[in-house]
């Protein structure tokens, strides 16, 4: 079963603006993942954030926390074509075990 | 750094069929992990090894799977009797001892099960 649900299911965009998902969870985590998967591959590690922190920075990319309303938002900022992918939160709820969300389908329009 | 490997990427087989994948974590990656994905849908757990030992599976790891890891590096599952229901994507990933919350996933072998 799926732990996290991603919203929106599918997004699209011009490049240049800002992509924003979110992600709900159900349980109570030690930390929270984000991941890229581009079509038919695997997936890409994209950034961690801990449960005591509440947001984090990289690169284009920014994570928010909110562990009291158990949600988590990615941001993309200045979108470009090559972030067309599928993204995945994932949770990390203890004993290596990580469960992966729906995935938000994010296309960049060049 | 080669990335982790798994082969075949794409296996057709006939229902019934016993299929085996083997996956090569990075070197010095203690930590294997193997996730089934369906189309439309993210990865889902199916079991852990810590070097040679298998130390959580899933629920969704019927009899018919099995997981080894002998010498604490290549891993391989095995689906016996496959079902059309088994077609998805296998997923192999690792972690390094240091760093055992992120995962380096390989691209993964596809399943089709006529």
């Known amino acids: 079963s799926q732990q996290g649900e991603e919203d929106p299911q599918a997004l699209s965009i011009q490049e240049g603006e800002n992509a924003t998902m979110n992600c709900s969870y159900k349980?109570?985590?030690?930390?929270l993942q984000w991941y890229r998967q581009n079509s038919g591959r695997g997936l890409v590690h994209l950034i961690l954030?801990?449960?005591?922190?509440r947001e984090k920075h990289s690169g284009r990319l920014r994570v928010t926390l909110d562990t009291s309303k158990k949600s988590s938002s990615l941001l993309i900022t200045a979108s470009r074509a090559a972030d067309t992918a599928s993204y995945f939160c994932a949770t990390d709820g203890g004993y290596q075990k990580v469960t992966f969300g729906t995935g938000t389908k994010l296309q960049v329009i060049p | 750094d080669t990335g982790v490997s798994q082969d075949p990427r794409h296996k057709i087989t006939k229902r019934g069929q016993n299929v085996t994948f083997r996956c090569d974590p990075i070197?010095?990656?203690?930590?294997l992990y193997w996730y089934r994905q369906t189309l439309g849908q993210g990865p889902e757990f199916l079991t852990y090894?810590?070097?040679?030992?298998?130390?959580?599976k899933s629920r969704l790891l019927s009899d018919r799977f099995s997981a080894e890891r002998p010498k604490g590096s290549f891993s391989t599952l095995e689906i016996q009797r496959t079902e059309q229901g088994d077609s998805a994507m296998y997923l192999c990933?690792?972690?390094?001892?240091?760093?055992?919350?992120?995962?380096?996933f390989g691209p993964g072998t596809r399943l089709t099960v006529l």
């Open positions: 954030i801990r449960s005591n922190e």
């Open positions: 070197s010095e990656h203690n930590r």
């Open positions: 349980t109570s985590i030690n930390n």
């Open positions: 990933a690792s972690s390094p001892p240091r760093s055992a919350d992120t995962q380096y």
């Open positions: 090894f810590q070097n040679e030992a298998q130390l959580e």
